[in-house]
């Protein structure tokens, strides 16, 4: 009999284990050039775009790349008390060099960033800094009063910093002070923590409607004949052949006020003609469009797992005497609950991220987080704020992916 401890070989000599060994390391590396392509065009395309861009909710080089002698100068800088001649001096001289360099205009949005009204001085003192003599903060003073005002230099400071808070405190309605203290924003200007709650209550609304919805047009699915279940099928996914804005367009034209829902609760007496809901540009709208075209996302995975489940199970629960509820509440739903989490966390992350429809039918009181990233990406420009917005929207929803993981289990998820 074999020692089972004792090695063995091939007809050639070599080891069965070295063998083996060698041909799973050329099964795997055959399988990882086989998908490297997609690999490195995720990595070109998807990965390395979403860090740079997420990276500048903390880094800002602009300043101190385009003025070193003025940052140099307002590192030891304590903020509190009045800057010193040489950073005036430092400032003059990177202000000429900003000008030569046609750099000022860069320069003058950063500090704009932090303190509103500063790009015109920038500017303004730029054109006339080549004409500037000692000593230098009187002449800065002297061609513009704000030069005067301690929270002008503060500004600049913050602005100095490559590496700052500023952005990702402004995106939760915080604000970075020269002193390093974190305080909250002016009253007027605090409206991300309102749009990040409103996000967040708009995306539980959505998904919570859409399993309300959806539950039981994928049971009716999933207990109808095969053919019958299929056209209903097709009836779920026929929304998927028609354009996300032709939809959210369609819901304008009957939701508003002489539109056709309003027409229709006219008709039934609902309300008056003259007191019709407003259904339209506002939370109530956003709702109503994001339920309706989230509903098949929510509708398939828990008809992918109803499908799987034997009527025999609800069978053999009604023969030992429970009742309809209690053999569906205690036997059926208990096995659909891998569809229900899947179609959840699909609709949840979709809805927290939408943009189109609260921007076409959200109005003032429907906007969303993903509306104000936008407004910062195309009209102000702010790619910093934007990008802060938008890592402090992904911390939301691993948050939350979390949350989904510890209370129900990735691993109980299921898509058929």
């Given at each position: 009999m074999?020692?089972?401890t004792?090695?063995?070989?091939?007809?050639d000599?070599v080891?069965?284990?070295k063998?083996?060994?060698r041909?799973?390391?050329?099964?795997?590396?055959?399988?990882?050039f086989?998908v490297?392509?997609?690999?490195?065009?995720?990595?070109?395309?998807?990965?390395?775009?979403i860090?740079?861009?997420?990276?500048?909710?903390f880094?800002?080089?602009?300043?101190?790349?385009?003025?070193?002698?003025?940052?140099?100068?307002?590192k030891?800088?304590?903020?509190?008390?009045?800057p010193?001649?040489e950073i005036?001096k430092?400032m003059?001289?990177?202000?000429?060099?900003?000008?030569?360099?046609?750099?000022?205009?860069?320069?003058?949005?950063?500090?704009?960033?932090?303190?509103?009204?500063?790009?015109?001085?920038?500017?303004?003192?730029?054109?006339?800094?080549?004409?500037?003599?000692?000593?230098y903060?009187e002449a800065?003073?002297?061609?513009?009063?704000?030069?005067?005002n301690l929270?002008?230099?503060?500004?600049i400071?913050i602005?100095s910093?490559?590496?700052t808070?500023?952005?990702?405190?402004?995106?939760?309605?915080?604000?970075?002070?020269?002193?390093?203290?974190?305080i909250?924003?002016?009253?007027?200007?605090?409206?991300?923590v309102?749009?990040?709650?409103?996000?967040i209550?708009?995306?539980?609304?959505?998904?919570?409607?859409?399993?309300?919805?959806?539950?039981?047009?994928?049971?009716?699915?999933a207990?109808?004949?095969?053919r019958?279940?299929?056209?209903?099928?097709?009836?779920?996914?026929?929304?998927?052949?028609?354009s996300?804005?032709v939809?959210?367009?369609?819901?304008?034209a009957?939701?508003?006020?002489?539109?056709?829902?309003?027409?229709l609760l006219?008709?039934?007496?609902?309300?008056?003609?003259d007191?019709?809901?407003?259904?339209?540009?506002?939370k109530t709208?956003?709702?109503?469009?994001?339920?309706?075209?989230l509903l098949p996302?929510?509708i398939?995975?828990?008809?992918?797992?109803?499908?799987t489940?034997?009527?025999?199970?609800v069978?053999?629960?009604?023969?030992?005497?429970?009742?309809?509820?209690?053999a569906?509440?205690?036997?059926?739903?208990?096995?659909?609950?891998?569809?229900v989490?899947a179609?959840?966390?699909l609709v949840?992350?979709l809805?927290?991220?939408?943009y189109?429809?609260?921007?076409?039918?959200g109005?003032?009181?429907?906007?969303?987080?993903?509306?104000?990233?936008?407004?910062?990406?195309?009209?102000?420009?702010?790619w910093?704020?934007?990008?802060?917005?938008?890592l402090?929207?992904?911390?939301f929803?691993?948050?939350?992916?979390?949350l989904?993981?510890?209370?129900?289990?990735?691993?109980n998820m299921?898509?058929?």
């Amino acid at each position: 009999m074999n020692n089972f401890t004792e090695e063995n070989f091939s007809s050639d000599g070599v080891s069965l284990k070295k063998k083996l060994r060698r041909s799973l390391f050329k099964s795997k590396m055959r399988a990882f050039f086989l998908v490297l392509p997609l690999l490195a065009f995720l990595a070109i395309f998807f990965v390395i775009p979403i860090i740079n861009l997420l990276s500048q909710s903390f880094l800002d080089f602009r300043y101190a790349t385009l003025m070193p002698g003025s940052t140099q100068a307002l590192k030891d800088w304590d903020g509190k008390s009045f800057p010193t001649e040489e950073i005036a001096k430092a400032m003059v001289i990177d202000l000429i060099q900003a000008k030569k360099n046609k750099t000022i205009g860069k320069v003058a949005t950063r500090v704009n960033r932090e303190l509103s009204g500063t790009r015109s001085l920038f500017t303004k003192t730029a054109r006339a800094a080549n004409k500037m003599e000692a000593p230098y903060m009187e002449a800065l003073i002297k061609k513009d009063k704000k030069w005067e005002n301690l929270k002008t230099w503060q500004a600049i400071k913050i602005s100095s910093m490559a590496v700052t808070p500023s952005y990702l405190l402004a995106a939760v309605d915080r604000k970075y002070t020269a002193e390093g203290e974190i305080i909250q924003q002016d009253e007027n200007r605090r409206i991300h923590v309102t749009l990040f709650l409103r996000t967040i209550e708009i995306s539980v609304i959505v998904t919570l409607a859409t399993l309300l919805l959806g539950y039981p047009v994928a049971f009716l699915m999933a207990s109808l004949p095969l053919r019958t279940s299929n056209l209903l099928l097709i009836l779920v996914l026929l929304p998927f052949w028609t354009s996300l804005l032709v939809r959210t367009t369609a819901w304008i034209a009957m939701l508003q006020s002489s539109g056709v829902v309003n027409d229709l609760l006219v008709f039934l007496g609902v309300t008056a003609d003259d007191a019709r809901f407003s259904l339209i540009y506002n939370k109530t709208g956003t709702l109503i469009a994001m339920t309706h075209i989230l509903l098949p996302f929510m509708i398939l995975p828990i008809y992918s797992v109803m499908k799987t489940i034997s009527p025999s199970f609800v069978m053999a629960a009604k023969s030992m005497g429970a009742t309809n509820w209690t053999a569906f509440w205690r036997v059926y739903f208990p096995m659909t609950i891998p569809g229900v989490g899947a179609g959840a966390i699909l609709v949840f992350i979709l809805a927290i991220g939408y943009y189109i429809t609260p921007a076409l039918v959200g109005g003032q009181d429907g906007q969303m987080i993903s509306n104000i990233i936008d407004f910062h990406m195309r009209s102000s420009l702010n790619w910093n704020l934007a990008a802060a917005l938008g890592l402090v929207l992904l911390i939301f929803i691993l948050f939350f992916f979390w949350l989904y993981d510890r209370f129900v289990g990735i691993d109980n998820m299921k898509l058929g």
